[in-house]
C-alpha cells in the first residue's frame, strides 16, 4: 500500500504541470488580458473626463492624471491602445510582468506556486491567499452541508428502491428523481426565492449573505440558528439538484450485488433478509458509493456553487473565480486552479485508499497506477 501511494504521490506532478501548462497558454492566447483591460479603463477615464469638460480643455481632467500621460502616439500591440504613449504601454506591461516571454512568466509561476506563493490579485491589492481564505467559509458551507444531506438522502432511498424494485413505491420515487434531475439547482435556487424569500408570496428566509448584520450580538445558540437559516436555500437548492443521481447509483449497486450467487447462497442457509443486505451485500454495494464521497466534495465545494452563490449573493469561491475570470485577473485564476487542482488529485488518491479501508480485500500494490 505504501509503494501505491507513493507512485500516485509521484504521479500528482506530471498531471498538476501538465494542467497547468494546458490553461496557462489557452488563457494567454485569449484577447481581453489585464494589459488591454487596463487600458480600456485609462481610456474610459479620459472619455469621462473629456465628456465633463465639454471637450477641448485637455488640461483639466478633474484631478485624474493618469489620462494625461501621453496622447500623441499609437500602439499597434493592443487593440484600443491608440492615442497612448507607448512608453506609458510599457510601464502597464511591467507592472502585470508582460514584459517579458511567455514562457519564462509560466516558470517564474511554477517556481513561486511551488513555495505555495500565489503573488497578489491584480485588481483587489490583495494577496491571492488571503483572497482564497476569506471566501473559503461560505463554499465550505455550501458544499459539505450539501454533500452530508445528499448522502444522508440518497443512499437510504436508494437501498429502499433496490429492495423494493419495481413496487409503488419504486414507481413513486422514481417521478421524484427524474423532476430532481430534471430541474437544474438555479432554477430551483429562483422557485424558492420566489416562494419563500420574499420574491412574490412568503418571506420566511433571507435572500443575501450567510450571516445577519446583527450576527455577533447574538448569543451562540442564536448564531447556529441564524446560520442554518441562511443556508436553508441555497443549499435545498443544490441537494435537489445532486441526491438524484447517487440514489440511482446506490439503487442499482445494490441490485446488482442482490442478484449475485453468494447471496442466494447466503439466504439458502437460512440468514435473515437483514442480515443478509447490511452483513453482506451492504459493504460490496456501498464500495463505489463511499468511495466516490471526496471526489463528490470537491466537485460540489469548487465547480456546484457557482450560480447558485450568485444567485442567492454568497461571497464564495465560485463568485471569486468567476470574477477573476472576467477581469482576467491571471493570479487568482491561476493561484486558485493549482491549489484546487492539487487538492483533487489528493483527494482521488484519498477517494481511492476508501476503497481499501471498505473493503479491505483490494489490493492496490497488484495493480498499475
Known amino acids: 500500500m505504501l509503494a501505491y501511494i ?22 494567454q492566447a485569449a484577447p481581453g488580458g489585464p ?6 479603463q485609462v481610456q474610459g477615464f479620459a472619455v469621462e473626463a473629456t465628456a465633463r469638460i465639454g471637450g477641448g480643455q485637455g488640461s483639466e481632467t478633474g484631478g485624474n492624471e493618469k489620462p494625461a500621460q501621453g496622447s500623441s502616439s499609437s500602439n499597434n500591440k493592443y487593440r484600443g491602445a491608440q492615442g497612448l504613449d507607448p512608453e506609458f504601454i510599457k510601464q502597464i506591461e511591467k507592472q502585470f510582468g ?16 511551488v513555495r505555495f506563493d500565489f503573488g497578489q490579485s491584480f485588481f483587489r491589492d490583495r494577496d491571492v491567499v488571503d483572497l482564497i481564505i476569506d471566501k473559503m467559509p461560505v463554499s465550505i458551507s455550501l458544499g459539505l452541508w450539501t454533500t452530508l444531506l445528499v448522502y444522508l438522502i440518497s443512499i437510504p432511498l436508494g437501498i429502499a428502491k ?29 422557485l424558492l426565492i420566489v416562494v419563500f424569500a420574499g420574491g412574490r408570496y412568503l418571506d420566511w428566509f433571507p435572500l443575501r449573505g450567510l450571516i445577519s448584520e446583527d450576527w455577533e450580538t447574538l448569543s451562540w445558540s ?45 439466504r439458502a442457509k437460512g440468514l435473515s433478509e437483514r442480515k443478509v443486505l447490511y452483513g453482506h451485500v451492504f459493504r460490496n454495494a456501498m464500495l463505489i458509493v463511499i468511495a466516490g464521497f471526496p471526489s463528490a466534495f470537491i466537485g460540489i465545494l469548487f465547480t456546484g456553487s457557482l450560480l447558485t452563490e450568485i444567485i442567492f449573493s454568497l461571497d464564495g469561491l465560485g463568485l471569486l473565480g468567476f470574477e477573476a475570470a472576467l477581469k482576467r485577473d491571471y493570479p487568482v485564476m491561476f493561484g486558485s486552479l493549482f491549489f484546487f487542482t492539487l487538492l483533487g488529485l489528493v483527494m482521488r488518491l484519498i477517494g481511492d485508499l476508501m476503497y481499501h479501508i471498505v473493503d479491505p480485500r483490494i489490493d492496490f500494490d497488484k495493480r498499475e497506477v
Do not use: C
Open 35 to 40: 494589459v488591454e483591460q487596463m487600458i480600456a
Open 162 to 190: 433496490a429492495v423494493r424494485d419495481g413496487s409503488k413505491f419504486d414507481s413513486a420515487t422514481s417521478g421524484v428523481i427524474v423532476i430532481g434531475s430534471a430541474i437544474p439547482s438555479f432554477l430551483f435556487a429562483i
Open 6 to 27: 507513493f507512485r500516485r504521490l509521484l504521479l500528482i506532478i506530471p498531471t498538476l504541470f501538465g494542467i497547468m501548462v494546458l490553461n496557462f497558454f489557452i488563457v
Open 222 to 266: 442564536g448564531r447556529i440558528l441564524d446560520y442554518f437559516w441562511h443556508l436553508a436555500l441555497p443549499v435545498l437548492s443544490m441537494v435537489i439538484g445532486g441526491f438524484a443521481g447517487l440514489t440511482m447509483l446506490t439503487k442499482n449497486s445494490f441490485i446488482e450485488e442482490i442478484n449475485k450467487q453468494y447471496v442466494l447462497t447466503a
Open 98 to 113: 508582460f514584459d517579458k516571454p511567455i514562457h519564462e512568466r509560466f516558470f517564474s509561476m511554477m517556481s513561486s506556486y
